[in-house]
C-alpha cells in the first residue's frame, strides 16, 4: 500500500473558547477524528485535552506536534494492549 503523502491542511479549532488554526496531514486528521469517536468527544475537547498535557511539558512541543506524538502514542498503545509505548530520546 502506498503511502499517502500530502501536505498539511489548515483547520480552524476552538480551544478554551479560542479559535486556533492547526496545519497537520490529512492522515493525523484522520487519526484524529478516529482517536475522538473512540473517546465519544469532539475533535475540539481532544485538542484541548491534548493541549493541556503539552503545557503541562517539561519541553512543551508546538501544538501540531503535541498532536502527532499523542495520536502516535495512542495508536501504539493500542497496539500493545494497552501498555504506553514511549519512544525513548536519542
Not at 484524529?32 to 473512540?38: D, F, H, I, M
Not at 512543551?60 to 495520536?71: E, V
Not at 502516535?72 to 509505548?85: K, L
Amino acid at each position: 500500500m502506498p503511502v499517502p503523502y500530502h501536505p498539511p491542511v489548515k483547520r480552524s479549532v476552538e480551544i478554551a473558547g479560542h479559535k486556533t488554526s492547526i496545519s497537520l496531514e490529512p492522515l493525523f486528521w484522520d487519526m484524529l477524528r478516529e482517536a475522538a469517536g473512540r473517546e465519544g468527544v469532539a475533535i475540539s475537547a481532544l485538542v484541548a485535552r491534548i493541549d493541556a498535557e503539552r503545557i503541562r511539558s517539561a519541553t512543551p512541543p508546538g501544538l501540531a506536534g503535541a498532536i502527532r506524538i499523542w495520536l502516535v502514542t495512542d495508536q501504539r498503545t493500542r497496539e500493545r494492549g494497552g501498555e504506553i509505548a514511549y519512544a525513548a530520546p536519542s
